[in-house]
Nanobody, 122 residues
Framework: VQLQASGGGLVQAGGSLRLSCAASGRTLSSYTTGWFRQAPGEEREFVAS????????YYADSAKGRFTISRDNAKNTLYLQMNNLKTEDTAVYSC????????????????WGQGTLVTVSS
């Protein structure tokens, strides 16, 4: 599967953004899918994951209550809705697909999209 992330940009603190990850080559419902982020000078960190069925989700503590991961099967696209953004959410966000159920470990994802930059200003 090939993944293409988009939707990043500059937003003020408290604002919202929706990231998209368009897939081709295979349906996203064949995989656990996830979002990771990497801030400048920091290690990549897990944000959220979605099960193959779409019925289960798993969020990092930093994302709970503010971010929502979802999938549109008809469009074969994964989303990350981000609300009430904070300056500490500034990072490059990447989507990924793998086979381990709801994994939060980057090395358990086998397919990656390029990142999209989210910048949150104060």
């Amino acid at each position: 599967v090939q993944l293409q992330a988009s939707g990043g940009g500059l937003v003020q603190a408290g604002g919202s953004l929706r990231l998209s990850c368009a897939a081709s080559g295979r349906t996203l419902s064949s995989y656990t899918t996830g979002w990771f982020r990497q801030a400048p000078g920091e290690e990549r960190e897990f944000v959220a994951s979605l099960s193959r069925s779409g019925g289960s989700t798993y969020y990092a503590d930093s994302a709970k209550g503010r971010f929502t991961i979802s999938r549109d099967n008809a469009k074969n696209t994964l989303y990350l809705q981000m609300n009430n953004l904070k300056t500490e959410d500034t990072a490059v966000y990447s989507c990924a697909a793998g086979w381990r159920w709801l994994s939060n470990q980057a090395d358990e994802y086998h397919f990656w999209g390029q990142g999209t930059l989210v910048t949150v200003s104060s």
